[in-house]
């Protein structure tokens, strides 16, 4: 019974395993069923991907070579920015600041009134040296006159020198006479006090003659004379001219007080203050003039075909719908490092080949909104067409 029993319960375990088989047979049949269709599925879809590959390949060298093709002409740096001419406006004279009329960002135009310091001083100044002018030329008359009226009196003073030395010589020789008869006649026809008297009058008239002789000595050179009081003319005239020096820089300085525009522009770095005190050669504001042009530091390999007059395109980086086009004015003879404060000494030291930069002017030919400012120093990014190239 038992042994009857064992056997049919591993008849009914026989009969579960063969339907277990039974079961796993279909699954993987069922697996490799589903691996089929997905391996056809992928055979199917390959030669779409391959096709998808080659156009993608296809368009991306074709843009490429569209690209190169486009752009082989072109050169461009983002080491670029606007420039301008800015002027300082500095007072030639110093004084307190009474006037003011301008302010930050104001567009100017030349020979507007920008300022004007306290001229009393150099008013007072410009008088003085009105008056002393005057004086000058005064004297410088005077000195006329006077060479005018020397043109006759020292011929005059000749004259009369040569007519008192006649006189002194005729008395010299009454006197002589005199001396002589009272020294010869006998004692007792004289008198002592008349011999002393002839001969004190000899010694005068041979002083007087004397006298009379360096008179006209003294008045013999005429054209001497009359050339030293010309002299008198040239000094004063120099003084005269020195005088209106002084009044030339007084009204100068007068004038200085009022500082006024030398070039249209606006107003910038304004640092003045009505009722300041101002030295001369202070910087108090700056204006910037409306030309503005673009400095592009191109590598020094990419100006090889760039010559002045070549078109260029800009974008400005502060407003992107702003397009600008300008053409090549003028490549700089020396790269930026040339001209730093500090160029660098190539023949010491290991050497490191850096690629240099070098400035390149650009001019704005159209593209300008005068509402919308453009700054100098703004970033700009050119880009120069170099397909007309010129080798002359």
């Known amino acids: 019974m038992a042994e009857n029993g064992g056997s049919g319960d591993d008849k009914d375990q026989d009969q579960s395993d063969a339907k277990s088989d039974g079961n796993s047979g279909g699954d993987d049949k069922k697996v490799r069923e589903q691996e089929e269709k997905r391996e056809q599925s992928r055979q199917k879809a390959r030669p779409w991907v391959r096709l998808g590959l080659i156009l993608f390949v296809i368009v991306v060298v074709v843009g490429g070579f569209f690209y190169w093709w486009t752009t082989r002409f072109e050169e461009s740096t983002d080491d670029a920015f606007t420039a301008g001419r800015t002027i300082t406006i500095a007072p030639h004279v110093s004084g307190y600041v009474t006037e003011l009329d301008v302010n930050d960002n104001e567009f100017v135009h030349q020979g507007q009134v ?90 005068q008239a041979q002083g007087q003659v004397l006298q009379a002789e360096g008179n006209v000595e003294q008045a013999t050179p005429i054209q ?7 002299t008198r003319i040239t000094q004063q005239a120099g003084s005269l001219a020195q005088a209106q020096a002084q009044l030339d820089t007084a009204n100068l300085d007068l004038e200085w007080t009022v500082i006024r525009a030398p070039h249209d522009g606006w107003i910038s770095q304004r640092n003045v203050e009505r009722g300041n005190y101002v030295q001369a050669a202070q910087s108090l504001f700056s204006i910037v003039e409306p030309e503005v042009w673009i400095t592009a530091n191109f590598k020094e390999t990419q100006i090889d075909d760039m010559r002045p007059g070549q078109p260029v395109k800009i974008s400005v980086d502060a407003y992107p719908e702003l397009k600008l086009e300008g053409h090549v004015d003028s490549i700089q003879n020396g790269s930026g490092a040339a001209f730093s404060a500090f160029p660098p000494e190539n023949a010491t030291g290991n050497f490191v080949k850096i690629v240099q930069r070098v400035p390149v002017k650009i001019i704005i030919d159209a593209g300008l909104n005068p509402n919308i400012p453009l700054p100098i120093g703004a970033s700009v990014e050119p880009t120069v067409n170099t397909k007309s190239v010129s080798r002359k």
Do not use: C, W
């Not at 009393?120 to 005057?134: E, F, I, L, V």
């Not at 001497?224 to 010309?230: H, L």
């Open 114 to 203: 920008l300022l004007r310091i306290d001229p009393r001083n150099y008013q007072a100044s410009r008088d003085q040296a009105a008056a002393t002018m005057q004086q000058a030329r005064g004297q410088l008359e005077g000195a006329k006159y006077q060479v005018d009226v020397a043109k006759k009196n020292f011929p005059g003073a000749l004259k009369q020198a040569q007519g008192q030395l006649q006189i002194a010589q005729a008395n010299e020789i009454n006197a002589e006479t005199e001396y002589k008869r009272q020294h010869n006649i006998a004692h007792a026809a004289t008198t002592q006090q008349a011999i002393d008297q002839s001969t004190a009058g000899l010694k």
């Open 224 to 230: 001497s004379n009359i050339g030293n009081a010309s």
